[in-house]
């Protein structure tokens, strides 16, 4: 029998795939998959919280999703506007802290608008942390973060040599937080996709078959019991563990 070692997971990522299928499997055109998909969001938002999970972070539009067809990046764009102005409220009812990553600066003026509106009012409160991720890339995220240390460097406010992991970090997007200790992917691909490749470093993954639209309480409750069964060594023996237990 292996030990239940690792307890609840603190940070929990997403990688919310399959709207795309779950339409067309109906007949529907691909934007009917992501409308769909909203109702996972608010499902798994909320059973997060009532686990006391501390973040979620979910990956809603890569950088590379700009390549899609223009109709269907403008259903997700307004989808988004139409979720946050919607949903908010009751997010900030419930304690909830809304933040987004990514490159804001692709987005419309209306849909960084209500994103503002959105972190500002919810800015204060200590429940879960929600963290989406829109028109965000992990290799974009690095870049940024090694282009920040340059420029300190050109203006001498920075010495080379005494760059480390904790400075690159503290350009990133995630900056302050946790690194996701756990990253559920649905969809039944199994690939990381340009996600948050630096803080994934040492996260254990789920690969669910099940299509984003699709996936309920019990599928995350699946996703965090695989966690909880694991050992997580970062690296040590599992004799070292074991020993520093005592
Ligand atoms: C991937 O499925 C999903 C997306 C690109 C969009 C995800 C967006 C939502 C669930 C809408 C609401 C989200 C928030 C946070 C407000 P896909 O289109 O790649 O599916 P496929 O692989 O079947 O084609």
Known sequence: MPQKVAGLPEHVAVIMDGNGRW?????MPRPAGHR???KSVRA????????GIRQLTLFAFSSENWKRPAEEIGVLM???????????AELHKNRVRLQFIGERERLGPRLRTAIEAAEGHTADNDGLQLVVAVAYG?????????RKLAQKAR?????PETIDEQSLADGL?????????LLIRTGGE???SNFLLWNLAYAEIVFSDVLWPDFRESDFDAAVDYFTGRQRRFGHTPEQLEAAKC
């Open 23 to 27: 339409a067309r499997k109906r007949g």
């Open 36 to 38: 769909a998909g909203v």
């Open 44 to 51: 798994t938002v909320q059973h997060a919280a009532r686990l």
């Open 78 to 88: 307004s989808l988004f506007r139409e979720v946050l102005q919607r949903e908010v």
């Open 138 to 146: 992990g290799r974009w995220d690095i870049t940024n973060a090694a």
């Open 155 to 159: 203006d001498g406010e920075l010495d």
């Open 173 to 181: 997007q995630l900056a302050g937080m946790s690194d996701p200790d």
């Open 190 to 192: 199994r690939r990381v």
